[in-house]
């Protein structure tokens, strides 16, 4: 399932809504509350750093893990930091790389698109 986004600061919670209600049953709530925090990570540099068209895709691949992938017009990658405990931003890619099972940037000629994968572990 995918929705396109606007480039705005509400746009995290508007993602974070679609990506519960696209999910499958059987996704279990501490995986959906982790990619829920992810996807508004990815959303808010989309919107902040990125450029429009912003697209958020969902896609259940078992009832044990789940595909985010978010989708904007600049082609440049998001760079992980070191951010210090006074910095108010600057820790979304560092959330995305420790509570994913993977995660990675996809490039074509209309920008990039970030996504991770969120598991069931046992």
Not at 57 to 79: H, I, N, Q, W, Y
Not at 82 to 102: F, P, W
Request: aromatic share 4%.
């Amino acid at each position: 399932m995918q929705l396109v986004l606007a480039p705005r600061t509400d746009s995290g919670a508007v993602a974070r809504r679609f990506l519960r209600a696209a999910t499958c049953a059987d996704h279990p709530g501490a995986m959906l509350d982790d990619a829920a925090l992810l996807v508004s990570e990815v959303v808010a540099n989309a919107v902040r750093h990125g450029a429009p068209p912003i697209v958020l895709s969902v896609e259940c691949l078992s009832a044990r893990e789940l595909e985010v992938a978010v989708r904007d017009g600049s082609p440049t990658d998001p760079l992980p930091r070191v951010a210090s405990e006074l910095d108010e931003s600057g820790r979304g890619m560092a959330l995305v790389a420790a509570l994913s099972e993977s995660w990675g940037t996809r490039h074509d000629a209309t920008g990039k698109q970030v996504w991770f994968r969120v598991r069931k572990t046992a």
